[in-house]
């Protein structure tokens, strides 16, 4: 660990179970052994407000996924997890989510200091979305059931449906919410007695490892869950053409997604794309102002911007717009830009050079379209890949800064003059993962709701989340669902039996 990081973490006083994890050597979790894997290649891990060298994580080679995937075939085909009673799949997954709870501060620390966040942001979002996720697929686990089926075909049959775990499932998940997207799509998996190989983002792989040792204290059987780390277009890309996996669960970059479903499909894998968005806020006339103004900057600049459903196109009624732009300015200048350990921070550095590099040149780019620069725009001195929250008011739908995922803290906003052409607006995005609406008149907002092409739709909120209901985008948001009831089918198999019978 750099002399820099090192005073970060003493600065602000981190734990000793984290500084601890953080020196140890990391490891890939393969078939239930922690292994270094590959052949010696390491990745740097960098803390992004200090932009110092924490750890090294190992590069997996594809024979590392080969043993990986080999290990969870072999649990799913022949071992202990298949024949665990339902209650028995339940109990461990609720010790597991006792043991991530009982492991939560450090557990928020790691998430805060590998991607930059906010702790407190990681320990009530992530850590708390991530136990609950745990929590609640638990209780599925012992509610799967098929149904009985009276067919009009002559004779006598027994006829009924069996759902049955679709197999091994690779889970490819992106950089933003770590820990909480891995739970998105393991938890139902484990659920409903599926194994796993898991890749995280070769940039914030950390808390993903330290789950793997809570998995192997819980004690599942080796093989349920598998840990590779390494990258995308090289372990990524081979699990998505690997025959050894049976279901592909993705979340990342539209662009990205596109190939792995592709790949995935010519596999004929079962897929689910959570992808990109470009989620457009509706704000009405009949909006209660001071409430709309906190969220959609909380909407907007929450984790930095870096949120797949982050409210970055707002739609103001122009009988508000002047009036409603001016306070969200105002607002948005109290928010704290700090370091993610500290516990005031609201804005955190971005993950890494490369993506501050990219969100500081769409703000060029806007400045080049022309569109009016009203509030932040800057990258802030000294370390850290910080930028300040950014504002630009009167956007035309064509511009490359409102059709494009800037993935930052950088809101497009534009005003509109009736509820159809804020509709118009609103949908002209290749996007459709969310939207939101602000307004006091639920007769309106009733209206607008089913008009929105957006998998989820937030009135008077944003990204209220909870893993009964499910999450998912339209058009090129991907297509599937994570969390809720809907989830489970994506992961099972549906057998359909028929038993002659002789007639009595
Ligand atoms: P990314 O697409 O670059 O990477 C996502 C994951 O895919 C990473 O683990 C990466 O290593 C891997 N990967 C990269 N190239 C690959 C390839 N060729 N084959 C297989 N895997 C590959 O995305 P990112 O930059 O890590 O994350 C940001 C993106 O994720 C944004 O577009 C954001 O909107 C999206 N996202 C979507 C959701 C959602 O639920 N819809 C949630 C969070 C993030």
Not at 194 to 223: D, H, N, W
Not at 226 to 240: D, E, P
Request: hydrophobic share 45%; aromatic share 8%.
């Amino acid at each position: 660990m750099e002399a820099t990081v090192r005073h970060y973490l003493e600065r602000f006083g981190v734990r000793e179970d984290t500084k601890r994890f953080l020196d140890q050597a990391q490891r890939m979790y393969i078939g239930g052994a922690f292994v270094s894997g590959g052949e010696g290649e390491t990745l740097d891990v960098v803390e992004p407000s200090t932009e110092g060298v924490i750890t090294q994580i190992p590069l997996a080679t594809t024979a590392d996924l080969e043993r990986a995937v080999a290990a969870a075939r072999a649990q799913f085909d022949n071992g202990a997890w298949r024949r665990l009673k339902p209650l028995e799949r339940e109990r461990l997954l609720h010790r597991l989510a006792d043991l991530i709870e009982a492991h939560a501060d450090e557990l928020a620390e790691i998430e805060s200091i590998d991607v930059g966040k906010s702790v407190s942001h990681a320990r009530d979002v992530d850590v708390q979305g991530t136990i609950d996720t745990f929590r609640y697929f638990a209780g599925w686990a012992s509610k799967l059931h098929g149904r009985t089926v009276e067919p009009s075909l002559p004779g006598h049959y027994l006829a009924y449906t069996r759902k049955e775990p679709v197999g091994v499932v690779g889970i490819i998940v992106p950089w933003n919410f770590p820990l909480q997207t891995l739970a998105w799509k393991l938890a139902a998996a484990l659920a409903v007695g599926c194994t796993a190989v898991i890749k995280p983002a070769e940039l914030t792989s950390l808390s993903t490892l330290r789950f793997a040792q809570l998995v192997q204290e819980a004690g599942f059987p080796e093989g349920v869950v598998n840990v590779v780390t390494g990258r995308g277009n090289v372990i990524g890309a081979a699990m998505a053409r690997h025959p050894g996996i049976d279901k592909l669960t993705f979340t990342g970059s539209t662009a990205v997604g596109r190939d792995v479903g592709g790949a995935a499909v010519a596999g004929i894998k079962r897929v689910t794309l959570e992808l990109g968005g470009k989620s457009p806020v509706l704000v009405l006339d009949d909006a209660d102002i001071a409430a709309a103004v906190r969220g959609v900057a909380n909407g907007m600049f929450f984790n930095a911007g870096q949120v797949c459903d982050a409210g970055s196109r707002l739609y103001v009624q122009r009988g508000i717009h002047d009036r409603f732009l001016a306070e969200l300015i105002d607002y948005t200048r109290t928010l704290t830009i700090a370091p993610g350990l500290d516990r005031d921070c609201f804005i955190s550095p971005l993950v890494s050079a490369q993506q501050k590099a990219r969100v500081m040149s769409y703000v060029d780019v806007g400045r080049k379209e022309g569109a009016e620069l009203v509030c932040g725009g800057n990258r802030l001195d000294g370390a850290g890949y910080f930028v300040a929250p950014t504002i630009f008011a009167h956007c035309r739908a064509d511009m490359r800064i409102v059709q494009e995922e800037i993935f930052g803290p950088v809101l497009v906003s534009a005003p509109f003059d009736d509820v159809d052409e804020a509709v118009a607006l609103a949908n002209a995005s290749p996007y459709g993962l969310a939207a939101a609406i602000y307004s006091r008149d639920l007769n309106r907002v009733h209206g607008l709701v089913p008009k929105l092409r957006a998998g989820n739709v937030y009135v008077n909120a944003h990204s209220t989340i909870d893993p009964a209901m499910p999450f998912g985008g339209f058009k090129e948001s991907g297509f599937g669902k994570d969390l809720g009831a809907e989830q489970l089918d994506s992961l099972m198999e549906t057998k359909a039996v028929w038993i002659t019978l002789n007639e009595a």
